[in-house]
């Protein structure tokens, strides 16, 4: 089993809707939380970053972290088709040494047709 | 500013060849990684680096693979004998070395191998 498990979609959903992307983990000793944005034939850039349980809310999107149910959440609101990338969570159990080492999703593929 | 490069961005070799995959950080950042992207594997730690440290090998799936850091700069990723199962996009990451707190990792546009 994968620490870190994540449905690669591809998600399909029309423009104006309301996305939930969702990873589940084991190691209960994650306590940083990221989701990353990739676009195709490109590198993955931080999109939203959490720490421990909460919620967290950056324009259209918000982050949750449930850490009793090792279950986080990204929702994407009135999506838009530059929002078609892949969203891959990433996990770490402390950014407070230098190696920040992160534990990756595999990523789901996000399509939003116009 | 520039951004983290890599080269080249595509690569397609024998098996059995080695390939060499180069990487240039953000300037100044003195952390940076290596991992790998499969379909379906999502990203895979290789090595990491952080200024003149010895680096953390520890994500480097054999001793066919190996990585240096030149300078605290450049970075060389050298897969040797390469086999299909090497096929993939190796990323490149860069970070300022900060301990405390979140410090985002900026990916390179990553090296597509393909192992024929």
């Known amino acids: 089993q994968k620490e870190v498990e994540q449905d690669p979609g591809p998600l399909s959903v029309p423009e104006g809707a309301i996305v939930s992307l969702n990873c589940t983990y084991s190691n209960s000793a994650f306590q940083y939380f990221m989701w990353y944005r990739q676009y195709s034939r490109k590198g993955p850039e931080l999109l939203m970053y959490?720490?421990?349980?909460g919620n967290k809310e950056d324009g259209r999107f918000t982050a949750q972290v449930d850490k009793s149910s090792k279950y986080i959440s990204l929702f994407i609101r009135d999506s838009q088709p530059s929002d078609s990338a892949t969203y891959l969570c990433?996990?770490?159990?402390?950014?407070?040494?230098?190696?920040?080492?992160?534990?990756f999703g595999t990523g789901t593929r996000l399509l939003v047709s116009p | 500013g520039a951004g983290v490069s890599q080269s080249p961005s595509n690569k397609v070799t024998e098996k059995g060849k080695d390939v060499e995959l180069r990487c240039d950080p953000i300037s100044g950042h003195t952390a940076l990684y290596w991992y790998r992207q499969s379909l379906g594997q999502g990203l895979e730690f290789l090595i990491y680096?952080?200024?003149?440290?010895?680096?953390?090998k520890s994500g480097l799936p054999s001793d066919r693979f190996s990585a240096e850091r030149t300078g605290g700069s450049v970075s060389t990723l050298t897969i040797q004998r390469t086999q299909q199962e090497d096929s993939a996009v190796y990323l490149c990451?860069?970070?300022?070395?900060?301990?405390?707190?979140?410090?985002?990792?900026?990916f390179g546009p990553g090296t597509r191998l393909t192992v024929t």
């Open positions: 680096f952080q200024g003149n440290s010895a680096p953390d």
């Open positions: 990433a996990m770490s159990p402390d950014l407070n040494t230098g190696f920040q080492k992160l534990v």
């Open positions: 990451a860069s970070r300022p070395y900060l301990t405390g707190g979140q410090r985002e990792q900026y």
């Open positions: 959490t720490y421990s349980s």
